[in-house]
Nanobody, 112 residues
């Protein structure tokens, strides 16, 4: 059974940083692209970033490029999202995603 468990969200002031983690199980983690997707209050899903199977290629939405960094540790079956210089518009529930599988999400709130 595929399981994805996000953690690391919280309340942070504008300009602050957070590091999200997604622990995965139930599949061969090192063989799959992993994605982060977010949903702001009252809005639809927005793709944020994804990383290829060995971490050698990363991709970002324009809205987060230069501020967010995705990485993975295949030995720990975990994907990370380092978020720096956070803005109020980054407030959302952040989900880890592979195909049709989603975690429960972790809330990120950026507010002074």
């Amino acid at each position: 059974e595929v399981q994805l468990a996000e953690s690391g969200g919280g309340l942070v002031q504008p300009g602050g940083s957070l590091r999200l983690s997604c622990a995965a199980s139930g599949f061969t983690f090192s063989s799959y692209v992993m994605s982060w997707v977010r949903q702001a209050p009252g809005k639809g899903l927005e793709w944020v970033s994804h990383i290829n199977y060995d971490g050698g290629r990363t991709f970002y939405a324009d809205s987060v490029k230069g501020r967010f960094s995705i990485s993975r540790d295949n030995a720990k079956n975990t994907v990370y999202l380092q978020m720096d210089n956070l803005k109020p518009e980054d407030t959302a529930v952040y989900y880890c995603n592979i195909g049709t599988y989603w975690g429960q999400g972790t809330q990120v709130t950026v507010s002074s």
